[in-house]
């Protein structure tokens, strides 16, 4: 492989390369031994290496220098030119053929990386490394590095060996034609260079220029299609027949068809027995099927799904995807309105319905998958968004927001407030410095200075005159834009109040007795576990007594016929009671389960009412009444459980 | 062997015992039944908050789908002049 000792075989080579090469390259026992990912690293390292330039024009002249210093002659600097730009294009050639295998053999992730910013090159004329550093921030050094990478991506070629140096170019043509002749062959999901293919939203069908397959197994593949610089997934695509192909073997079923009715027809008349016609019969069916297939290609899988979904309900235990996996089986525009739903909707989605069996799925997708989507409201109602939109009435953020005064300007009210004051203080300073100036006017003694002085306080007064006059106009324009700011604010605040004063309406009938009842429930919950403790502990001391008695009656031989009675009668009381016990504990779990849903549902409301009011101004002066009042409702569960 | 035979201790004895399994059973049908009783009352008072909320999460779901739009524009547009 070219990627190890090109640089080594680059003998006449700027010696610091050569040496830094021969050191880095590892003996090919090593290379055996190496992990893929330490091997990638050494070749990334070698690449930013390999893509220094060879000679900068500074060295270049520092090269004339030192030949003129050892006393060489033009014809000499000629001939080390000629050699220098040979070495070059050696070691450009060489190069590409390192890059382009180097992409070729990289990880999918990596080509992945590649191959976007390739796309991205291919929108900018004349593209430079800076593009891609700017775009994906990038510093210099990577975004040379990707900008090589990117030149030689899509079109992998043979590695070669040029043996000469006027070969390279031949050898290049010929393993650039072996790859082109390669890719043509390449069939991946029945999508080869040539063949027509569609995605769900585009209008016509496109041609496969060329098919990228994965280096790695289980590796994703690409197509090249027309009019598109970036490649796309095949899980993406789907094969369209050419029209010409669909019209022969719809015209060739057709004609299958006329004969085997025809057959079918004579089997009739000759009265052949039922089993041969049955079987003729079933040819025939087949064939309609076919050729209503082809007649109709949109309608085709709904009698063949059928069938599949029979099959796989069969052996649903074998097929288990995963949700990523039925998702790609999904189409784009599913895909696409699955994955832009809220993150908890998303979840539900993911656990709730992807998780089930890829035929059942299939089916849910096709038959009411839009409608379902559509409808994610009643999602929604059933798992707990209730409440979202009214939600945002006390939204934080826009809580933030009211009390700045948000407004149109971009600016809050609070900020305007400020700037209309600031320019208040500006007047009344300028109206300060003028009646100064006003004073010191009158106040000039006669003399040689005073017309001098005078003139000085009429330019200060000018210049006064006209910063007054451009606050006094900011003063006018900064008031307008407060005054509407207030009345929007204002607006805005009593719609809010009305439609909150409505909402309360709504939930303080419900949520001022639940409280009520809630707390009355936590006082029954305590009579349970009291009861609960008074008794096991009376039953315990009876039983104690018994347990004495019963040993007592031991001592007594003559009991002994009793005894066996009376053990009897005893067990199956105890029997009795420490199945009531569990019975009752259980009983009690189960209230503490319901009461602690009971609160955690009831929460937000009695959170959402706290905030409302507050909102209104009305009562709930302390910012923690919502949290309060949570945590007066614990879930009860903790207290049943001791008990 | 019969009851008559036994000596006054040794009836005694039986008698207690089956005293105290006679308290025993008393206590356990008291405990049964005022434990059930709490029960039921507990579970029929959890029932009609559950229905209270209920009828409050209709009751809200209804509100938002008739605001919806009045709702949203006083979320922020009205606040930035949209």
């Known amino acids: 492989m070219p990627l190890e000792k090109n640089p080594t075989e680059i003998e006449d080579g700027p010696t610091e390369e050569k040496s830094q090469l021969a050191v880095e390259s590892p003996s090919s ?106 775009e994906f921030a990038l510093d210099p050094e990577t975004a040379e590095l990707y900008f090589q990478l990117a030149k030689t991506f899509r079109e992998p070629t043979e590695p070669t060996e040029p043996t000469e140096p006027t070969e390279p170019t031949e050898t290049a043509k010929e393993g650039q034609k072996q790859d082109e002749e390669s890719s043509e062959d390449k069939e991946v999901d029945g999508m080869k260079v040539g063949s027509l293919v569609k995605m769900s939203f585009w ?17 994703s593949s690409y197509v090249v299609v027309e009019g598109m610089a970036k490649p796309i997934i ?36 000759a009265g052949e027995s039922d089993k041969i016609l049955e079987a003729k019969l079933k040819e ?84 009411i998958g839009h409608k379902f989507l559509k409808n994610v409201g009643e999602v929604h109602r059933r798992y707990g968004f209730v409440g979202s939109r009214i939600g945002v009435l006390y939204n934080s953020a826009l809580v933030d927001r009211e009390k700045t005064g948000w407004v149109r300007y971009g600016t809050s009210l609070e900020g305007l407030q400020n700037k209309y004051s600031q320019n208040e203080e500006l007047i009344s300073e300028i109206k300060g410095s003028l009646e100064e100036l006003k004073s010191e006017e009158e106040e000039i003694e006669e003399g040689a200075l005073k017309p001098a002085i005078l003139l000085k306080i009429k330019h200060t ?86 347990k004495e008695t019963l040993e007592k009656m031991k001592k007594f031989p003559r009991l002994k016929s009793f005894l066996k009675d009376k053990k ?53 002066d302390s910012e923690t009444s919502g949290e309060e009042k949570e945590t007066e409702n614990p879930p009860a569960g903790q207290e049943a459980t001791s008990a | 062997m019969n009851k008559d035979e036994l000596t006054e201790e040794e009836k005694a004895l039986l008698e207690e015992f089956d005293s105290l399994l006679a308290d025993l059973d008393k206590t356990a049908n008291d405990f049964e039944k005022e434990a059930g009783d709490l029960i039921s009352k507990i579970n029929n ?18 509100f938002e789908e008739e605001n919806k739009d009045k709702i949203d524009s006083l979320a922020i547009k009205s606040l930035i002049g949209k």
């Open chain 1, 234 to 269: 095949t899980s993406d695509l789907e094969t369209v027949l050419p029209k010409e192909d669909t019209e022969n073997k719809l015209k060739k079923v057709k004609e299958q068809l006329q004969a085997k009715i025809d057959e079918l027809n004579k089997a009739e008349e």
């Open chain 1, 284 to 367: 025939v069916r087949e064939l309609e099927n076919q050729k209503d297939r082809l007649e109709n290609p949109d309608k085709k899988s709904e009698p063949e799904d059928a069938q599949e979904n029979q099959d796989n309900s069969q052996e649903t235990v074998k097929v288990v995807k995963t949700p990523e996996q039925i998702l790609k089986e999904i189409s784009l525009d599913n895909r696409n309105l699955i994955q832009k739903l809220p993150e908890n909707t998303w979840k539900f989605f993911r656990d709730k319905i992807l998780r089930t069996p890829a035929f059942v799925l299939k089916a849910f997708a096709r038959k």
């Open chain 1, 203 to 219: 209008k016509e069908p496109r041609r496969v220029v060329e098919v990228i397959i994965p280096e790695t197994p289980g590796g």
């Open chain 1, 568 to 620: 009897k009668v005893h067990e199956s009381k105890i029997k009795r009671i420490s199945g009531l016990t569990r019975e009752t504990q259980s009983q009690a779990t189960d209230i503490d389960q319901r009461l602690s849903n009971l609160n955690e549902r009831a929460n937000p409301w009695i959170e959402m009412r706290d905030k409302f009011k507050r909102i209104i101004g009305e009562g709930l």
């Open chain 1, 29 to 134: 026992e090593e290379k055996d031994q190496e992990s893929p990912k330490v091997r990638f690293d050494r070749e990334l390292k070698l690449v930013s290496h390999l893509l220094r330039r060879p000679l900068s024009s500074e060295e270049q002249e520092n090269l004339k220098k030192r030949l003129e210093s050892l006393g060489g002659t033009e014809d000499d600097l000629r001939k080390v030119e000629e050699a220098r730009e040979k070495l070059e294009k050696k070691f450009q050639q060489q190069k590409d053929v390192f890059l382009q295998e180097f992409v070729h053999q990289s990880p999918d992730e990596m080509r992945h990386t590649i191959n976007e910013h390739a796309s991205f090159l291919a929108t900018i004329p004349n593209s430079t490394s800076e593009d891609l550093e700017r």
């Open chain 2, 45 to 62: 008072s959890i029932d009609v908050q559950e229905s209270r909320l209920d009828k409050l999460e209709n009751d809200l779901i209804s």
């Open chain 1, 461 to 546: 007064q000018e210049r006064l005159n006209a910063k007054m006059k451009k606050a006094l106009d900011k003063r006018q324009s900064l008031g307008n834009r407060l005054e509407e700011a207030k009345a929007r604010v204002g607006i805005h605040e009593a719609r809010r109040s009305v439609m909150v004063k409505e909402l309360l309406e709504k939930i303080e009938p419900n949520i001022e007795p639940l409280l009520k009842d809630i707390e009355a429930l936590k006082v029954e919950r305590e009579k349970l576990s009291d009861a609960i403790s008074k008794y096991s502990d009376k039953l315990d001391e009876e039983q104690a007594k018994l």
